[in-house]
């Protein structure tokens, strides 16, 4: 997209209500093809991405590296478009086990590729960035996130210690073609992060039926999102902040609600973590099949959940450490 046009559709949104704007990133969502899935724009990139994208956390925890990649390529030729990974998950391998992935039969031309860098200075930013490129077998990222700004002083720190700087840098020398962040913690680290000097391009955010009701992403950051034409990237959409506990175990709901739901929402994409064969194709069917709530059903939906949505025991990503990344307490000194 050129500067011009990216500055009337940002100039534009300036002067839409939040509303007409979750309005106008649902009714641009194009229909699936014979083989594909409906995209959606990721924000100000004007990129259409597929409105599933694939978790690389989940796809590193394949336990057979040809599963894995069968799976991966699967996925493609289905029309997942976007795929999600982090420079720690599972130290390195799920990055190397994509990247695998991608090299076989020119697959990296079919995918906008995510990757995140745990640093928040310059010199480790760098470094994660060439491991990550490396690892993926790529000479560039599409996206480029800033992960788990979980800690109050992280949106602080990516600025003090270097770590933007570099990630501009990256922008520049065509490593990275588009900068965002991520968080699981408290909507208010969003925000902070959002009121930054700086253009994001993404932002990525626990999305789910619970989270309307406790400390919510999607009440609080998804409206800012949509005004600064910052495209959300929902993850978490079966919940689960304590084991076993998901909305299908405790909530008593089903994927294709739950996903429908988050989907239902103004996201570009929803994050979903696969392990094997039929949960990808599961998630395919209900992409393909999607159609927007009406707010009755998700009304109805969320009536369901209240009992259990309202104190956080299903998300206690949001108020504890238990689910902070190891790399990133040693960070902050805290024990992991």
């Given amino acids: 997209m050129n500067e011009s046009r990216r500055e009337f559709i940002e100039s534009a949104a300036k002067g839409m209500t939040a509303a007409a704007l979750a309005k106008q990133v649902i009714a641009q969502t194009t229909p699936a093809g014979a083989r594909g899935l409906p995209t959606r724009k990721l924000g100000r990139s004007g990129v259409d991405v597929s409105i599933l994208c694939l978790g690389g956390w989940h796809i590193g925890a394949v336990k057979d590296e040809a599963e894995a990649i069968r799976i991966m390529h699967a996925a493609i030729d289905e029309g997942i478009t976007f795929f999600d990974n982090a420079w720690d998950y599972h130290d390195g391998h799920a990055e190397e086990v994509m990247g695998k992935a991608l090299k076989q039969d020119n697959k990296r031309k079919q995918v906008f590729?995510?990757?995140?860098?745990?640093?928040?200075?310059?010199?480790?930013?760098?470094?994660?960035?060439?491991?990550?490129?490396?690892?993926?077998?790529?000479?560039?990222?599409?996206?480029?996130?800033?992960?788990?700004?979980?800690?109050?002083?992280?949106?602080?720190?990516?600025?003090?210690?270097?770590?933007?700087?570099?990630?501009?840098?990256?922008?520049?020398?065509?490593?990275?073609?588009?900068?965002?962040?991520?968080?699981?913690?408290?909507?208010?680290?969003?925000?902070?992060?959002?009121?930054?000097?700086?253009?994001?391009?993404?932002?990525?955010?626990?999305?789910?039926?619970?989270?309307?009701?406790?400390?919510?992403?999607?009440?609080?950051?998804?409206?800012?999102?949509?005004?600064?034409?910052?495209?959300?990237?929902?993850?978490?959409?079966?919940?689960?902040?304590?084991?076993?506990?998901?909305?299908?175990?405790?909530?008593?709901?089903?994927?294709?609600?739950?996903?429908?739901?988050?989907?239902?929402?103004?996201?570009?994409?929803?994050?979903?973590?696969?392990?094997?064969?039929?949960?990808?194709?599961?998630?395919?069917?209900?992409?393909?099949?999607?159609?927007?709530?009406?707010?009755?059903?998700?009304?109805?939906?969320?009536?369901?959940?209240?009992?259990?949505?309202?104190?956080g025991r299903m998300e206690r990503f949001k108020s504890t450490k238990d689910y902070d990344g190891p790399h990133h307490r040693k960070q902050h000194g805290f024990a992991v």
């Avoid at 960035?129 to 788990?148: C, K, N, V």
């Fill in 113 to 311: 590729l995510m990757t995140k860098n745990c640093e928040r200075d310059y010199a480790g930013s760098m470094k994660d960035l060439e491991d990550s490129l490396r690892r993926l077998q790529t000479d560039h990222l599409d996206l480029w996130q800033f992960h788990e700004m979980v800690y109050d002083n992280d949106p602080d720190w990516i600025f003090e210690k270097g770590a933007v700087k570099a990630a501009l840098e990256a922008r520049k020398q065509g490593k990275v073609r588009f900068i965002g962040f991520t968080g699981h913690k408290d909507p208010q680290i969003h925000l902070k992060a959002l009121a930054k000097p700086f253009d994001w391009d993404s932002s990525q955010m626990p999305i789910n039926v619970l989270d309307a009701s406790y400390r919510s992403f999607q009440k609080e950051v998804v409206p800012v999102c949509l005004k600064k034409n910052v495209g959300v990237i929902g993850m978490k959409g079966l919940a689960g902040g304590y084991p076993q506990a998901t909305l299908l175990a405790e909530g008593g709901l089903t994927a294709e609600e739950c996903y429908r739901y988050c989907l239902s929402l103004p996201v570009t994409t929803q994050v979903v973590g696969v392990t094997t064969m039929d949960q990808l194709k599961a998630d395919i069917a209900l992409a393909r099949n999607f159609k927007p709530m009406t707010k009755a059903e998700m009304d109805a939906l969320r009536a369901k959940v209240k009992d259990v949505s309202g104190d």
